[in-house]
């Protein structure tokens, strides 16, 4: 079972900055990739950014040069450094893994609970 923990999330005002951090465990053979994606209210989940094994990274148009996405592959945790922060970032974000829980699993995503964040203008 994998478990992934969201902290960081809250109220900002427009312009402002948050750090979200995605804590993972349980059994975890081997760790793909870990992102964030996000879900405005009334819309659909999307992408925020995503991060491999190895450091590439992949950015939505919508917060590129806005936000950071970082890895600690040691604590299996995932931050994302968010800027410049506006009301159209509001939503509730949510932490993505993919992984498998041993050798020879199939690859699966995890997601945490989610965690609100919302901009004032």
């Known amino acids: 079972q994998v478990q992934l923990v969201e902290s960081g999330g809250g109220l900002v005002q427009a312009g402002g900055s948050l750090r979200l951090s995605c804590a993972a465990s349980?059994?975890?053979?081997?760790?793909?990739?870990m992102g964030w994606y996000r879900q405005p209210p009334g819309k659909q989940r999307e992408l925020v950014a995503t991060?491999?094994?190895?450091?590439?990274?992949n950015y939505a148009d919508s917060v590129k040069g806005r936000c950071t996405i970082s890895r600690d592959n040691a604590k299996n945790t995932v931050y994302l450094q968010m800027d410049s922060l506006s009301p159209e970032d509001t939503a509730v974000y949510y932490c993505?893994?993919?992984?498998?829980?041993?050798?020879?699993?199939?690859?699966?995503?995890?997601w945490g609970q989610g965690t609100q964040v919302t901009v004032s203008s």
């Open positions: 993505n893994l993919v992984g498998r829980v041993s050798w020879n699993s199939g690859w699966k995503d995890y």
């Open positions: 349980g059994i975890i053979f081997s760790i793909n990739a």
């Open positions: 991060i491999t094994s190895g450091g590439s990274t």
